[in-house]
């Protein structure tokens, strides 16, 4: 079992950044792919990026790549997304989301999903 809990939310300004975080429970953490994944008000829920369990896999949305960096620290049990040159298109509640072993762009692949955050952009 595995517990998400998403932070670093928050308001900002078109071309601004912001850090989201997602601690997770559990001592198998290292074991599992981790995904960011976003939804937007009357949008399904779509993939952001994602990263393996060892952390030398990453893959991004088209629309994210260049400005978003998904990082883990599995001492912490952390998987951060780093946002940056933010568009008011950004904006939506951002989710992590947990498989075993590799990254998937599915959102029925995850098993485990956080309460989610929510990025505000403001133009």
């Known amino acids: 079992q595995v517990q998400l809990v998403e932070s670093g939310g928050g308001l900002v300004q078109a071309g601004g950044s912001l850090r989201l975080s997602c601690a997770a429970s559990g001592r198998t953490f290292s074991s599992y792919a981790m995904g960011w994944f976003r939804q937007r008000p009357e949008k399904e829920r779509e993939f952001v990026a994602g990263?393996?369990?060892?952390?030398?896999?990453?893959d991004y949305a088209d629309s994210v790549k260049g400005r978003f960096t998904i990082s883990r620290d599995n001492a912490k049990n952390t998987v951060y997304l780093q946002m940056n040159s933010l568009k008011p298109e950004d904006a939506a509640v951002y989710y992590c989301?947990?498989?075993?072993?590799?990254?998937?762009?599915?959102?029925?692949?995850?098993?485990?999903w956080g309460q989610g955050t929510q990025v505000t952009v403001s133009s």
């Open positions: 989301a947990a498989r075993r072993y590799v990254v998937s762009r599915r959102v029925p692949e995850y098993d485990y």
């Open positions: 990263i393996s369990w060892i952390g030398g896999s990453t």
